[in-house]
């Protein structure tokens, strides 16, 4: 019994050692100057809870991405991410507040990648909390980098990179991205095919087999990138928060005030 034990024990490790390989994306198109809008639905209800405003900037090698959702409750979700683009994609530093009501935890969470340095900022028992670590980050971080990583990598084989999550403390895991093939959509009477990616989160080690367990494993996030010389979002279904509720990210349509007269 005790030599099964610890065969399933080896097994298990070696497995989750084995996933917790991750891989730099090389750059095969390089962002420049982007502005976009978005919208936020809930999964359940279709109902828009919060527009999005996209912000990109480009200065030789260095790129900035700030994301920005403006909740109809007044909640905020604002992210920027800071990373080079010198053959690989690098994550720099990576800044994310979640505040109002649509979060249960506030956090207010910034990464210094170069320096491995990790700042978490949270409420408990209605006081205010600091979690300030050093940690040895991986050059596959791919936190604030996920939709610029997707328009990277392979549509044939699974990518596994690192991500960082605070709950509140700061946590490394992987996410493996597997390619699910081709899915239709159209646009007007125009029809295109867009590559759904499933992301998985891979906890290592015992904590993965304990999430698992205990039914606190987060849920796989959904996608869907048009591919081509200019690949681009079309939309995404996934968790914002721990144990938060599924939210749809789709590309907004612009609408226009009626004019009062003329043409």
Known sequence: MKRRF??????????????????????????????GFL???????????????????????????R????????????????????????LLTDHLVQSGPSFPHPLDVSIDATSGRVTVRYRDDGKDKVLDDRMELPSDLATGMLLTLLKNISRDVPTTVSMLFA?????????VITPMGPEPFSVGRASYKATRFNARVV????????????????????????GGEAPGFVRS??????????????????????ASGGR
Do not use: C
């Not at 914002?240 to 226009?256: C, H, M, N, Q, T």
């Open 6 to 35: 610890a065969f399933a024990f080896l097994f298990i490790a070696g497995h989750f050692s084995a996933v917790l390989e991750g891989e730099s994306v090389t750059v095969r198109h390089a962002e420049g100057v982007v502005r």
């Open 39 to 65: 919208v936020l639905r809930s999964l359940q209800s279709g109902a828009v809870i919060a527009n999005g405003d996209l912000f990109q900037t480009t200065r030789g090698d260095r790129v900035t991405t």
């Open 67 to 90: 994301l920005v959702f403006h909740f109809r409750d007044g909640s905020l979700q604002d992210e920027t991410a800071v990373y080079s683009q010198r053959r690989q994609f690098r």
């Open 167 to 175: 709950t509140p403390k700061p946590q490394l895991v992987k996410l």
């Open 203 to 226: 906890i290592g080690g015992l904590k993965g087999v304990l999430a698992k367990l205990v039914g606190k494993q987060p849920l796989d996030t959904s996608v869907w990138m048009l």
């Open 237 to 258: 279904e996934g968790q914002f928060y721990k144990d938060g509720p599924v939210w749809r990210i789709e590309l907004a349509s612009p609408e226009y005030p009626r």
